[in-house]
């Protein structure tokens, strides 16, 4: 990687509670659960050695507390912004899959498929890709040539971001995977100004759970 490109880390969260039982987060606030902070124990040093010069973080509880373990490592004070935030699901918020499976069977297959938009009350792709590529326009710019600003959030968020901010078409965000607990994108601006995706999912050493 060359020295004069200004680099973009987007980290997911450890697993929470509800990342086990498969119950719908959204915008509410579980705590990590004991793997996510071995997860993020584990990957911090991992982003430590990435080198950041700058740690922003979604205010949600599960992001905040992932973001701890890195601000250690990485000896930065991190910074706390909603606009990172997962998406709002709107109704569909503090259900399992299982319970919003019964609910509404062919909303739910939209659901997992990856089209959110007609989740009642829920937050669209172009409103959460707005919002969150506001704040990644802000921390690139804040970086001088060769630094590497970190960000944590959530995995679909970070992934709608992802897409948004390379300029792809919103809706290709749901051919990728959605990420691991603790699996980071790294975006790195070529000397063109174009910036390209030059990871997704790395998770390195630490643990993951399906």
Known sequence: MGSAERRLV?????????????RIQGQLDP?????GHAQAAAVAPEIAALAPVALISSDLQRARQTTDYVAQATGLTPSYDER??????GERQGLTHEEYAALDPAEYARFRAGDWDDVPGAETQAEVAA??????KETAAALDVGE??????????IRTATVAWLGWPVEWA??????????WVELVERPTGRWVLAAYNRTGASPVVE
Not at 10 to 22: K, P, V
Not at 31 to 35: I, P, Q
Not at 84 to 89: K, N, Q, T
Not at 174 to 183: E, P, V
């Open 10 to 22: 987007l980290l997911r969260h450890g697993r929470t509670g509800w990342n086990a039982s498969r």
């Open 31 to 35: 705590a990590l659960d004991e793997t």
């Open 84 to 89: 990172l935030r997962e998406y709002s699901l």
């Open 131 to 136: 919002r969150f590529t506001a704040v990644l």
């Open 148 to 157: 590497t600003g970190l960000i944590v959030a959530h995995g679909a968020a």
């Open 174 to 183: 749901t051919d990728f995977r959605g990420l691991a607990n603790c699996g």
